[in-house]
Protein backbone atom coordinates (compact mmCIF):
# COMPACT_ATOMS: atom_id res chain seq x y z
CA UNK A 1 0.00 0.00 0.00
CA UNK A 2 2.81 2.18 1.00
CA UNK A 3 4.43 1.36 -2.51
CA UNK A 4 1.59 2.21 -4.28
CA UNK A 5 0.90 5.49 -2.48
CA UNK A 6 4.48 6.54 -3.66
CA UNK A 7 3.71 5.68 -7.53
CA UNK A 8 0.21 7.43 -7.57
CA UNK A 9 2.00 10.57 -6.09
CA UNK A 10 4.84 11.01 -8.56
CA UNK A 11 1.97 10.27 -11.61
CA UNK A 12 0.64 13.23 -9.60
CA UNK A 13 3.47 15.20 -9.37
CA UNK A 14 3.78 14.20 -13.64
CA UNK A 15 0.73 15.17 -14.63
CA UNK A 16 0.75 18.75 -13.04
CA UNK A 17 3.47 19.50 -15.55
CA UNK A 18 1.63 18.87 -18.66
CA UNK A 19 -1.30 20.10 -19.87
CA UNK A 20 -4.64 18.54 -19.08
CA UNK A 21 -5.72 17.98 -22.93
CA UNK A 22 -2.43 16.05 -23.25
CA UNK A 23 -2.65 13.70 -19.67
CA UNK A 24 -6.23 12.95 -21.58
CA UNK A 25 -4.83 12.16 -24.70
CA UNK A 26 -2.21 9.96 -23.09
CA UNK A 27 -4.91 7.35 -21.08
CA UNK A 28 -7.18 7.39 -23.74
CA UNK A 29 -4.05 5.79 -25.44
CA UNK A 30 -3.05 3.51 -22.91
CA UNK A 31 -6.39 2.21 -22.92
CA UNK A 32 -6.19 1.99 -27.06
CA UNK A 33 -2.91 -0.32 -26.81
CA UNK A 34 -3.25 -1.69 -23.43
CA UNK A 35 -4.64 -5.44 -24.99
CA UNK A 36 -1.50 -5.25 -27.87
CA UNK A 37 1.42 -3.96 -26.14
CA UNK A 38 0.86 -4.24 -22.45
CA UNK A 39 0.73 -1.91 -19.70
CA UNK A 40 3.34 1.21 -20.60
CA UNK A 41 6.12 2.05 -18.14
CA UNK A 42 5.91 5.46 -16.69
CA UNK A 43 9.25 6.39 -17.78
CA UNK A 44 7.82 5.63 -21.80
CA UNK A 45 4.26 7.47 -21.33
CA UNK A 46 5.68 11.09 -22.96
CA UNK A 47 7.22 9.25 -26.23
CA UNK A 48 5.03 6.89 -27.13
CA UNK A 49 3.50 6.84 -30.46
CA UNK A 50 0.14 6.97 -31.33
CA UNK A 51 0.84 4.38 -34.64
CA UNK A 52 1.38 1.11 -32.51
CA UNK A 53 -0.50 -1.84 -33.77
CA UNK A 54 0.12 -2.43 -37.01
CA UNK A 55 -3.49 -3.53 -39.65
CA UNK A 56 -4.10 -7.21 -40.27
CA UNK A 57 -3.20 -6.63 -44.14
CA UNK A 58 0.12 -5.53 -43.69
CA UNK A 59 0.88 -8.32 -41.10
CA UNK A 60 0.03 -10.63 -43.54
CA UNK A 61 1.71 -8.83 -46.67
CA UNK A 62 5.30 -8.52 -44.13
CA UNK A 63 4.45 -12.57 -43.56
CA UNK A 64 3.97 -13.80 -47.09
CA UNK A 65 7.40 -11.54 -48.04
CA UNK A 66 9.12 -13.43 -45.33
CA UNK A 67 7.98 -16.67 -46.61
CA UNK A 68 8.81 -15.88 -50.17
CA UNK A 69 12.57 -14.82 -49.09
CA UNK A 70 13.17 -17.46 -47.36
CA UNK A 71 12.26 -19.71 -49.72
CA UNK A 72 13.75 -18.08 -52.69
CA UNK A 73 17.23 -18.35 -50.13
CA UNK A 74 16.46 -22.19 -49.78
CA UNK A 75 15.91 -23.07 -52.90
CA UNK A 76 18.84 -21.29 -54.42
CA UNK A 77 21.01 -22.89 -51.67
CA UNK A 78 19.43 -26.55 -53.11
CA UNK A 79 20.20 -25.50 -56.66
CA UNK A 80 23.71 -24.83 -55.41
CA UNK A 81 24.10 -27.95 -53.62
CA UNK A 82 22.94 -30.02 -56.21
CA UNK A 83 25.35 -28.42 -59.22
CA UNK A 84 27.98 -28.57 -56.34
CA UNK A 85 27.29 -32.55 -56.06
CA UNK A 86 25.42 -34.15 -58.57
CA UNK A 87 26.36 -32.15 -61.26
CA UNK A 88 24.82 -34.33 -63.90
CA UNK A 89 21.30 -34.57 -62.16
CA UNK A 90 21.17 -30.66 -61.64
CA UNK A 91 21.09 -30.57 -65.38
CA UNK A 92 18.23 -33.17 -65.47
CA UNK A 93 16.47 -31.27 -63.04
CA UNK A 94 16.98 -27.54 -64.29
CA UNK A 95 15.71 -28.83 -67.49
CA UNK A 96 12.63 -30.73 -66.35
CA UNK A 97 11.45 -27.73 -64.03
CA UNK A 98 11.91 -25.80 -67.45
CA UNK A 99 9.61 -27.94 -69.35
CA UNK A 100 7.10 -28.03 -66.84
CA UNK A 101 6.85 -24.03 -67.28
CA UNK A 102 7.14 -24.61 -70.70
CA UNK A 103 4.24 -26.73 -70.87
CA UNK A 104 1.89 -24.99 -68.49
CA UNK A 105 2.51 -21.93 -70.63
CA UNK A 106 1.61 -23.93 -73.64
CA UNK A 107 -1.36 -24.90 -72.50
CA UNK A 108 -2.93 -21.60 -70.81
CA UNK A 109 -1.72 -20.23 -74.20
CA UNK A 110 -4.17 -22.75 -76.56
CA UNK A 111 -6.82 -22.69 -73.45
CA UNK A 112 -6.88 -18.87 -74.19
CA UNK A 113 -6.93 -19.42 -78.34
CA UNK A 114 -10.06 -21.98 -77.64
CA UNK A 115 -12.09 -19.43 -75.57
CA UNK A 116 -11.56 -16.72 -77.90
CA UNK A 117 -12.19 -18.94 -80.66
CA UNK A 118 -15.53 -19.95 -79.07
CA UNK A 119 -16.40 -16.28 -77.81
CA UNK A 120 -16.13 -15.18 -81.61
CA UNK A 121 -17.39 -18.34 -83.28
CA UNK A 122 -13.99 -18.90 -85.18
CA UNK A 123 -13.06 -21.88 -86.87
CA UNK A 124 -9.87 -23.75 -86.83
CA UNK A 125 -9.36 -22.71 -90.29
CA UNK A 126 -9.84 -18.93 -89.55
CA UNK A 127 -7.24 -18.70 -87.13
CA UNK A 128 -3.69 -16.99 -87.97
CA UNK A 129 -0.64 -19.72 -88.49
CA UNK A 130 0.88 -19.16 -84.85
CA UNK A 131 -2.30 -19.73 -83.58
CA UNK A 132 -3.46 -22.71 -85.47
CA UNK A 133 0.27 -24.15 -85.16
CA UNK A 134 0.17 -23.91 -81.51
CA UNK A 135 -3.29 -25.35 -81.69
CA UNK A 136 -2.15 -28.53 -83.68
CA UNK A 137 0.88 -29.07 -81.51
CA UNK A 138 -0.74 -28.68 -78.19
CA UNK A 139 -3.98 -29.28 -78.24
CA UNK A 140 -5.89 -32.91 -78.42
CA UNK A 141 -8.96 -33.38 -80.89
CA UNK A 142 -12.17 -32.91 -78.82
CA UNK A 143 -14.66 -30.13 -79.62
CA UNK A 144 -12.61 -29.37 -82.73
CA UNK A 145 -12.10 -32.66 -84.25
CA UNK A 146 -9.58 -30.92 -87.03
CA UNK A 147 -7.11 -30.17 -84.54
CA UNK A 148 -5.09 -33.32 -84.50
CA UNK A 149 -2.21 -32.63 -82.51
CA UNK A 150 0.35 -34.27 -80.08
CA UNK A 151 -0.91 -33.34 -76.56
CA UNK A 152 -2.51 -37.02 -76.20
CA UNK A 153 0.62 -38.25 -76.14
CA UNK A 154 2.21 -35.88 -73.84
CA UNK A 155 -0.34 -36.73 -71.51
CA UNK A 156 -0.18 -39.82 -71.72
CA UNK A 157 3.27 -39.53 -70.82
CA UNK A 158 3.12 -37.53 -67.96
CA UNK A 159 0.53 -39.70 -66.10
CA UNK A 160 2.81 -43.09 -67.00
CA UNK A 161 5.14 -41.12 -64.91
CA UNK A 162 2.24 -39.89 -62.49
CA UNK A 163 1.59 -42.86 -61.78
CA UNK A 164 4.78 -44.32 -60.93
CA UNK A 165 5.90 -41.95 -58.58
CA UNK A 166 2.84 -42.39 -56.01
CA UNK A 167 4.64 -44.81 -54.13
CA UNK A 168 6.96 -43.30 -51.33
CA UNK A 169 10.50 -42.53 -52.68
CA UNK A 170 9.43 -43.50 -56.35
CA UNK A 171 10.18 -39.65 -57.66
CA UNK A 172 13.70 -40.85 -57.50
CA UNK A 173 13.06 -44.05 -60.06
CA UNK A 174 11.56 -41.91 -62.40
CA UNK A 175 14.44 -39.27 -62.51
CA UNK A 176 16.10 -42.45 -63.34
CA UNK A 177 14.16 -44.02 -66.18
CA UNK A 178 13.83 -40.13 -67.42
CA UNK A 179 17.59 -40.19 -67.76
CA UNK A 180 18.25 -44.05 -68.97
CA UNK A 181 14.87 -43.40 -71.80
CA UNK A 182 14.09 -39.99 -72.02
CA UNK A 183 12.86 -39.98 -75.63
CA UNK A 184 10.29 -42.81 -74.66
CA UNK A 185 9.40 -41.37 -71.10
CA UNK A 186 9.96 -37.55 -71.71
CA UNK A 187 7.68 -35.29 -74.25
CA UNK A 188 9.77 -33.11 -75.92
CA UNK A 189 9.41 -29.97 -73.53
CA UNK A 190 11.79 -32.16 -71.28
CA UNK A 191 14.67 -32.11 -74.33
CA UNK A 192 17.96 -30.40 -74.12
CA UNK A 193 18.97 -29.13 -77.46
CA UNK A 194 21.47 -31.99 -78.63
CA UNK A 195 18.21 -34.76 -77.27
CA UNK A 196 16.13 -32.87 -79.98
CA UNK A 197 18.60 -33.05 -82.71
CA UNK A 198 19.23 -36.81 -82.15
CA UNK A 199 15.29 -37.74 -81.28
CA UNK A 200 14.03 -35.61 -84.62
CA UNK A 201 16.99 -37.81 -86.60
CA UNK A 202 15.60 -41.37 -85.40
CA UNK A 203 11.86 -40.20 -86.01
CA UNK A 204 13.26 -39.35 -89.85
CA UNK A 205 14.53 -42.27 -89.63
CA UNK A 206 11.50 -44.43 -89.34
CA UNK A 207 9.57 -42.56 -91.03
CA UNK A 208 12.14 -42.51 -94.33
CA UNK A 209 12.09 -46.33 -94.45
CA UNK A 210 8.27 -46.37 -95.53
CA UNK A 211 10.09 -43.90 -98.73
CA UNK A 212 10.92 -46.64 -101.18
CA UNK A 213 7.68 -48.81 -100.45
CA UNK A 214 5.29 -45.76 -101.40
CA UNK A 215 7.38 -45.20 -104.65
CA UNK A 216 6.60 -49.50 -104.94
CA UNK A 217 3.12 -48.32 -104.63
CA UNK A 218 3.28 -45.77 -106.92
CA UNK A 219 4.88 -47.95 -110.27
CA UNK A 220 2.25 -51.16 -109.14
CA UNK A 221 -0.52 -48.87 -109.83
CA UNK A 222 0.74 -46.96 -113.22
CA UNK A 223 -1.22 -49.97 -115.39
CA UNK A 224 -4.80 -48.71 -114.06
CA UNK A 225 -4.17 -45.54 -115.05
CA UNK A 226 -6.34 -44.94 -118.05
CA UNK A 227 -5.02 -41.40 -119.56
CA UNK A 228 -1.56 -42.42 -121.06
CA UNK A 229 0.41 -38.91 -120.44
CA UNK A 230 -0.73 -39.08 -116.98
CA UNK A 231 0.97 -42.51 -116.67
CA UNK A 232 4.08 -41.28 -118.58
CA UNK A 233 4.59 -38.57 -115.98
CA UNK A 234 4.09 -40.75 -113.12
CA UNK A 235 6.15 -43.45 -114.43
CA UNK A 236 9.39 -40.32 -115.00
CA UNK A 237 8.76 -38.78 -111.99
CA UNK A 238 9.23 -42.20 -110.17
CA UNK A 239 12.21 -42.73 -112.83
CA UNK A 240 13.71 -39.46 -111.03
CA UNK A 241 13.19 -39.93 -107.20
CA UNK A 242 14.57 -43.18 -107.40
CA UNK A 243 17.62 -41.87 -109.42
CA UNK A 244 18.30 -38.89 -106.53
CA UNK A 245 16.97 -36.00 -108.70
CA UNK A 246 14.34 -33.52 -106.92
CA UNK A 247 11.72 -33.05 -109.15
CA UNK A 248 10.59 -29.81 -110.01
CA UNK A 249 6.91 -28.29 -109.14
CA UNK A 250 5.39 -28.90 -112.19
CA UNK A 251 6.45 -32.30 -112.32
CA UNK A 252 4.64 -32.90 -109.68
CA UNK A 253 1.34 -30.42 -110.51
CA UNK A 254 1.59 -32.64 -113.51
CA UNK A 255 -0.34 -35.70 -111.71
CA UNK A 256 -3.25 -33.49 -109.92
CA UNK A 257 -5.82 -35.47 -112.04
CA UNK A 258 -4.20 -38.54 -111.38
CA UNK A 259 -4.17 -38.30 -107.41
CA UNK A 260 -8.39 -36.66 -107.55
CA UNK A 261 -9.92 -39.96 -108.56
CA UNK A 262 -9.10 -43.91 -109.12
CA UNK A 263 -6.10 -45.00 -108.21
CA UNK A 264 -4.40 -43.14 -106.06
CA UNK A 265 -7.30 -40.62 -104.42
CA UNK A 266 -7.27 -40.73 -101.43
CA UNK A 267 -10.46 -43.01 -100.70
CA UNK A 268 -9.42 -45.55 -103.38
CA UNK A 269 -6.11 -46.48 -102.04
CA UNK A 270 -4.79 -49.84 -101.28
CA UNK A 271 -4.45 -50.64 -97.48
CA UNK A 272 -0.73 -51.27 -97.74
CA UNK A 273 -0.43 -48.27 -99.21
CA UNK A 274 -2.29 -46.32 -96.85
CA UNK A 275 0.00 -48.29 -93.81
CA UNK A 276 3.06 -46.79 -95.38
CA UNK A 277 1.88 -42.89 -95.76
CA UNK A 278 1.08 -43.43 -91.77
CA UNK A 279 4.20 -44.36 -91.36
CA UNK A 280 5.79 -41.97 -93.20
CA UNK A 281 3.60 -39.21 -91.11
CA UNK A 282 5.03 -40.46 -88.08
CA UNK A 283 1.17 -41.75 -87.23
CA UNK A 284 0.53 -45.18 -85.81
CA UNK A 285 -0.15 -48.00 -88.70
CA UNK A 286 -1.64 -50.58 -86.10
CA UNK A 287 -5.24 -49.61 -86.72
CA UNK A 288 -7.84 -50.38 -89.14
CA UNK A 289 -7.72 -49.15 -92.94
CA UNK A 290 -10.70 -47.36 -92.83
CA UNK A 291 -9.81 -45.49 -89.26
CA UNK A 292 -6.26 -44.97 -91.43
CA UNK A 293 -7.54 -43.48 -94.13
CA UNK A 294 -9.71 -41.02 -91.98
CA UNK A 295 -6.73 -39.99 -89.71
CA UNK A 296 -5.21 -39.22 -93.27
CA UNK A 297 -7.53 -37.11 -94.75
CA UNK A 298 -7.55 -35.21 -90.95
CA UNK A 299 -4.14 -34.91 -91.13
CA UNK A 300 -3.45 -33.77 -94.95
CA UNK A 301 -6.49 -31.73 -94.44
CA UNK A 302 -4.69 -29.54 -91.10
CA UNK A 303 -1.76 -29.10 -93.09
CA UNK A 304 -3.62 -27.64 -95.87
CA UNK A 305 -5.11 -25.04 -93.75
CA UNK A 306 -1.96 -24.26 -92.23
CA UNK A 307 -0.10 -23.67 -95.79
CA UNK A 308 -3.49 -21.56 -96.84
CA UNK A 309 -2.48 -19.31 -93.56
CA UNK A 310 1.19 -19.83 -94.21
CA UNK A 311 1.21 -18.21 -97.61
CA UNK A 312 -0.81 -15.25 -96.31
CA UNK A 313 1.35 -14.28 -93.44
CA UNK A 314 4.54 -15.00 -95.55
CA UNK A 315 7.41 -17.14 -95.10
CA UNK A 316 10.00 -14.46 -94.73
CA UNK A 317 7.63 -13.42 -91.39
CA UNK A 318 8.47 -16.61 -89.80
CA UNK A 319 11.61 -17.51 -87.40
CA UNK A 320 14.38 -19.89 -87.80
CA UNK A 321 13.34 -22.00 -86.07
CA UNK A 322 9.43 -22.21 -87.37
CA UNK A 323 10.76 -22.37 -90.41
CA UNK A 324 12.39 -25.83 -89.44
CA UNK A 325 9.42 -27.08 -87.50
CA UNK A 326 7.26 -26.66 -90.13
CA UNK A 327 9.67 -28.30 -93.15
CA UNK A 328 9.87 -31.05 -90.66
CA UNK A 329 5.96 -31.72 -90.07
CA UNK A 330 6.22 -31.90 -93.61
CA UNK A 331 8.71 -34.43 -94.02
CA UNK A 332 11.64 -32.75 -94.75
CA UNK A 333 14.57 -33.62 -92.35
CA UNK A 334 15.79 -29.56 -91.60
CA UNK A 335 17.94 -30.51 -88.42
CA UNK A 336 20.76 -30.68 -90.64
CA UNK A 337 20.14 -27.90 -93.14
CA UNK A 338 20.37 -24.22 -93.14
CA UNK A 339 18.04 -21.80 -92.66
CA UNK A 340 17.99 -20.56 -96.70
CA UNK A 341 17.36 -23.91 -98.19
CA UNK A 342 14.77 -24.54 -95.92
CA UNK A 343 12.84 -21.57 -96.47
CA UNK A 344 13.41 -22.50 -100.12
CA UNK A 345 11.82 -25.87 -99.87
CA UNK A 346 9.25 -24.27 -97.92
CA UNK A 347 8.60 -21.88 -100.73
CA UNK A 348 8.05 -24.99 -103.26
CA UNK A 349 5.78 -27.05 -100.79
CA UNK A 350 3.37 -23.98 -100.40
CA UNK A 351 3.26 -23.39 -104.53
CA UNK A 352 2.06 -27.01 -104.48
CA UNK A 353 -0.16 -27.15 -101.65
CA UNK A 354 -1.59 -23.91 -102.57
CA UNK A 355 -2.93 -25.04 -105.85
CA UNK A 356 -4.71 -28.35 -104.93
CA UNK A 357 -8.41 -28.32 -104.23
CA UNK A 358 -9.89 -30.30 -101.42
CA UNK A 359 -10.36 -33.53 -103.63
CA UNK A 360 -6.27 -33.46 -104.91
CA UNK A 361 -5.42 -33.70 -101.30
CA UNK A 362 -3.77 -37.31 -101.90
CA UNK A 363 -1.29 -35.79 -103.88
CA UNK A 364 -0.04 -33.27 -100.90
CA UNK A 365 0.04 -36.34 -98.42
CA UNK A 366 2.57 -38.28 -101.31
CA UNK A 367 4.50 -34.76 -101.77
CA UNK A 368 5.89 -35.51 -98.27
CA UNK A 369 7.98 -37.73 -99.90
CA UNK A 370 7.78 -36.55 -103.49
CA UNK A 371 9.27 -33.46 -102.53
CA UNK A 372 11.41 -34.51 -99.28
CA UNK A 373 13.65 -37.89 -100.89
CA UNK A 374 16.10 -36.13 -102.64
CA UNK A 375 16.50 -32.51 -101.51
CA UNK A 376 19.89 -31.29 -100.91
CA UNK A 377 21.48 -31.88 -98.19
CA UNK A 378 18.86 -34.89 -97.19
CA UNK A 379 20.44 -37.73 -98.66
CA UNK A 380 23.27 -39.05 -95.61
Same mark, same amino acid.
Given at each position: ??????????????????????????????GRSGLAWGAPRLFDLPCRSSKLHLSPKAD????????????????????????????????????????????????????????????HNIKFHQLPYREMEHLRQVWARGRHPEVHGEFRQDVTKC?????????????????????????????????????????????????????????????????????????????????? *???? $?????????? /? !???? #?? +????????????????????????????????????????????????????? *???? $?????????? /? !???? #?? +?????????????????????????????????????????????
Amino acid at each position: MALSRVCWARLAVWGSAVTPGHFVTRRLQLGRSGLAWGAPRLFDLPCRSSKLHLSPKADVKNLMSYVVTKTKAINGKYHRFLGRHFPRFYVLYTIFMKGLQMLWADAKKARRIKTNMWKHNIKFHQLPYREMEHLRQVWARGRHPEVHGEFRQDVTKCLFLGIISIPPFANYLVFLLMYLFPRQLLIRHFWTPKQQTDFLDIYHAFRKQSHPEIISYLEKVIPLISDAGLRWHLTDLCTK *IQRG $THPAIHDILA /L !RECF #SN +HPLGMNQLQALHVKALSRAMLLTSYLPPPLLRHRLKTHTTVIHQLDKALAKLG *IGQL $TAQEVKSACY /L !RGLN #ST +HIGEDRCRTWLGEWLQISCSLKEAELSLLLHNVVLLSTNYLGTRR
